[in-house]
């Protein structure tokens, strides 16, 4: 009995002394350690043998479009030379960068699955087509950048979350009748830099948005737009060919805080046309052909800011900027620029600038030309 317990003991020690048949694991790509992995001898590595660690491996990993940077649901791709938009594009994404390529065309599917897409920015291509279903999948897109590109119209079905879009530098000619429809949470609008005259916009054109922000400089508009959204705080149409300002063209905008007009050929602005905008602040007129100073200032009670130089002013009036009695304007002003006009500064009463908070706002400065 003794020598039996004894063999079976030597068979023991020597199994234990004698080399595995099965090989380490050699882990030879990145992605290795999420798979299921066989060895040379074809046994299949169990659940049980790699402990709970499997259970905590990630069921999905997000791919990053090649040659992109993805981070915190950032995705950048810009200035790689694509001409298409990349496939691959992680669907948590949040703002998506692809400017300064050489895109062309917005497709059907370009975008699908991208539900969480908070910003787009496609400035600096070449997008002259976009499908009127390339927009659908971007439900809660808030923010979209289309400028410097070659689109002649607005695209159409823009996600109804958008809030603001810059499309800027383009090609457009003409904005039709509802295309921005039902886009009422839009706020912000910059369309500057387009071939637009004021025919080009069809009566609705801004029919349902209710924008505070709206830019159309270095347009080809000869005339204050009259269809614009009534909602607006700030209305920018400088460098454009304006020449007047007429009664009834800012007599739909009574919200108005900021109202840019300079670097356009404006050479009156008729008598009374001021008085729709009671809640002004701030008044560009620069650089035009005035000869005086507007009619209406010292009406205007919140009016803080005037800009006129570079104009023809010849003389300005001790009551064009101050009203005449005590306590008629709530705000005074803290900005007037007179420069680069030809009138003489020393010609100009003290008393003009009564309401002035400060006299370093003055600016008048010497006239050369």
């Not at 694991?25 to 074809?42: C, I, L, N, R, Y």
């Not at 070449?126 to 070659?150: C, D, E, G, T």
């Not at 108005?256 to 008729?270: P, Q, T």
Request: proline share 6%; net charge neutral; hydrophobic share 35%.
């Amino acid at each position: 009995m003794l020598q039996h317990s004894s063999v079976l003991l030597l068979l023991c020690v020597v199994q234990l002394l004698s080399p595995s048949s099965a090989l380490p694991f050699e882990q030879k790509g990145f992605w290795d350690f999420a798979m299921d992995s066989t060895d040379s001898g074809g046994i299949m590595m169990k659940d049980e043998e790699e402990g709970s660690a499997i259970e905590e491996l990630p069921t999905h990993i997000p791919m990053c479009p090649f040659g992109c940077q993805c981070h915190l649901k950032v995705v950048q791709c810009s200035d790689l030379g694509l001409t298409e938009v990349p496939k691959n594009i992680p669907t948590d994404t949040k703002f998506l960068d692809l400017q300064n390529n050489r895109i062309t065309e917005l497709k059907e599917n370009d975008f699908k699955g991208l539900t969480n897409l908070y910003g787009l920015s496609l400035r600096n291509n070449r997008i002259s087509k976009v499908h009127p279903r390339a927009f659908s999948p971007l439900k809660n897109m808030q923010k979209l950048y289309f400028s410097k590109n070659q689109l002649t119209t607005i695209p159409k079905n823009l996600p109804a979350s958008l809030v603001e879009l810059r499309i800027h530098e383009n090609r457009i000619q003409k904005v039709e009748d509802g295309a921005f429809s039902g886009l009422g949470s839009m706020n912000c609008i910059e369309m500057g830099a387009n071939p637009i005259t004021n025919s080009g916009f069809e009566p609705g054109a801004f029919r349902g948005l209710k924008l505070n922000y709206l830019r159309i400089s270095e347009a080809k508009l000869t005339g204050v737009p009259k269809d614009l959204p009534d909602s607006l705080h700030e209305l920018h149409l400088d460098h454009n060919e304006i020449q007047a300002v007429e009664l009834e063209d800012l007599s739909r905008y009574k919200n108005l805080y900021r109202l840019g007009l300079g670097f356009n050929h404006i050479r009156n602005i008729e008598n009374g046309s001021l008085s729709y905008l009671p809640r002004l602040r701030e008044l560009h007129l620069d650089n035009n052909r005035l000869t005086r100073v507007p009619r209406g200032l010292p009406d205007m009670k919140y009016l803080q800011v005037v800009y006129l130089h570079n104009n023809n002013v010849n003389q300005v009036g001790v009551n064009d900027f101050c009203p005449r009695g005590f306590g008629m304007k709530r705000t005074f002003y803290h900005g007037i620029s007179l420069f680069a006009n030809p009138v003489n500064y020393w010609e100009v009463q003290p008393a003009t600038f009564r309401c002035v908070s400060d006299r370093l706002a003055i600016q008048f400065g010497n006239y050369k030309k």
